[in-house]
């Protein structure tokens, strides 16, 4: 749905994203059931059973829980258009280990549906489900006492692109003792290993915004697919920019679970499956929607046989074993076994949809180079909007979006940036209700780059539900949108550091 089609109208050059696809709906095969709050579907038990199985595999199984949590580590892309297809064989792997150590062979991994509740669901305090629980820890211990061997054994064995993909990680990991302190400083107990708790299950006000309902659909809403799973690089070791699910709820849901969630040893948690399975879910809502309108749901002709062919080496089967895949391995839900059980936003995927609007990609981009301060706005006025603020057309299903780039905090850890426009009186205490707030930036991805990658971070943020709450209230901007941000750092007396770098608004 378009919130902007009575407000905005942007004329200029052709924006073209059709093209013939196959058009389908969800498959009769077994379902991925949803879980929020305290709904716990039977598939809960036989998750805890295969959580409690591969916490106690000796550390040379490739099942072992922590184990599995390494491939994440050694190989997950992040701000590239391979992070959609990549989690899901991640997902599809795992899902096949639970299903054989369980005993269930019905066993389909369940997905989290924060946007119908924003909280951890209760079941996830139970001890095989929470990270903080002593067996996780006593997990840990023994398999780090068989992890050095086992790594020194493993490395020899690995082939000689499996070696130039270690070498060019975010972190370089170019030997073993560089895998172990990686794990080791990521790993956290008791309390330090998830932020909410069983007294206070909810997800912060910021996180919460960034999953509503309002705001997935205007992630969405978006026609091409880096846009929505983000963009092309060379190999899914690279850094580009994030798209509208990456941008927003993937990386605030990762951030505000914190602990292990906070970092690249996030699949410690179990909550991380679930989260990934809800992403994973949210794609194919996309996809359907696509599908739909008769619009693409890959990557142009041009890119699709060097996307479809990228290698992910790192995964293992459900007998422990290497397994190899490609990102084409990963591409038609209806060949990998499961579907999901409707959620939020999935009305997203059988509503008509209109083509888009004749127009111009991007409207307006500024550089600002403004430094970053907590609790201080660094902002980017776009000027010179009187003829693009008008009516966008009822038939159009285009949406207004803005990409910032911006250099993250150097400690970025506990800080995110908070998103609003046109806000005559924001200051740090400006709530994420307020009409003109658009979002948060996080920087889970950020956090584990090298010297060798860009130290900058993209992202794209729908701004229609601030557009549309603003012109409720009779207070649409007609002439600039000012882009704003306000760092905010958990710890008040932390120095933050940083520049905004460039402001656009777009059409997409």
Not at 51 to 61: E, I, N, P, R, S
Not at 435 to 441: A, E, L, N, R, S
Not at 474 to 491: D, F, G, T
């Amino acid at each position: 749905m378009n919130i902007l089609r009575r407000d905005l109208l942007v004329g200029g050059g052709a924006l073209c994203l059709a093209s013939q696809v196959k058009v389908f709906a969800q498959t009769a095969a077994p379902l991925r059931e949803r879980v929020y709050a305290d709904k716990a579907p039977a598939s809960l038990t036989s998750y805890k059973r295969a959580v409690d199985a591969m916490l106690a595999l000796d550390a040379k199984d490739g099942r072992n829980w922590f184990r599995q949590a390494l491939i994440h580590v050694l190989d997950c892309p992040h701000d590239n258009w391979w992070f959609l297809p990549w989690h899901r064989g991640y997902l599809l792997n795992f899902e096949n280990i639970c299903r054989e150590l369980s005993g269930d062979d019905a066993f389909r991994l369940p997905y989290w549906d924060w946007t119908e509740s924003p909280s951890v669901p209760l079941a996830f305090f139970d001890d095989e489900l929470n990270p903080g629980n002593a067996r996780f820890t006593e997990g840990y211990v023994r398999f780090r006492e068989g992890a050095e061997d086992m790594l020194k054994s493993w490395w020899t064995g690995l082939t000689t692109e499996q070696l130039s993909q270690l070498s060019v990680r975010p972190t370089p990991l170019t030997d073993v003792d560089s895998i172990l302190a990686e794990l080791d400083s990521h790993f956290y107990s008791g309390n330090g290993a998830r932020d909410p708790s069983k007294d206070a299950p909810d997800l912060a006000d910021d996180a919460k915004a960034n999953v509503k309902l309002a705001y997935i659909e205007g992630a969405l809403s978006v026609g091409k697919f880096d846009q929505f799973s983000s963009y092309k690089t060379n190999t899914h070791h690279d850094q580009g920019h994030q798209g509208t699910l990456e941008s927003g709820p993937h990386g605030m849901v990762h951030y505000r679970t914190g602990g292990f969630m906070g970092a690249f040893l996030s699949p410690v948690d179990p909550i991380f499956w679930l989260h990934h399975a809800n992403l994973d879910r949210l794609w194919d809502v996309w996809t359907r929607k696509q599908a739909n309108a008769n619009s693409a749901i890959l990557p142009d002709k041009a890119d699709i046989d060097a996307f479809k062919n990228e290698p992910f080496l790192f995964f293992h089967g459900k007998d422990g074993a290497p397994l190899a895949k490609r990102c084409g391995d990963s591409l038609d839900l209806n060949g990998l076994g499961y579907a999901y059980e409707p959620g939020s936003a999935e009305s997203v995927a059988a509503a008509p949809v209109a083509p888009p609007a004749n127009l111009t990609n991007v409207l307006f981009a500024l550089n600002v180079g403004a430094d970053l301060r907590s609790g201080f706005e660094a902002s980017g006025a776009i000027t010179g909007l009187s003829e693009a603020l008008s009516v966008v057309g009822d038939d159009s299903s285009s949406e207004l979006f803005t990409r910032i780039t911006l250099t993250p905090p150097s400690d970025a850890k506990d800080v995110s940036v908070r998103v609003y426009i046109n806000c005559p009186y924001l200051s740090k205490f400006t709530p994420v209700d307020d009409p003109h707030y658009v979002g948060t930036i996080s920087f889970f991805s950020a956090m584990h780059r090298s010297q060798h990658h860009s130290n900058e971070v993209t992202v794209l943020l729908p701004l229609g539900v601030a557009l549309k709450a603003l012109g409720e209230q009779k207070e649409l901007p007609r002439s600039a949108i000012k882009v704003q941000l306000i760092p905010i750092a958990e710890n008040p007396s932390q120095t933050v550091d940083g520049m905004l770098q460039s402001v656009t608004v777009e059409v997409l």
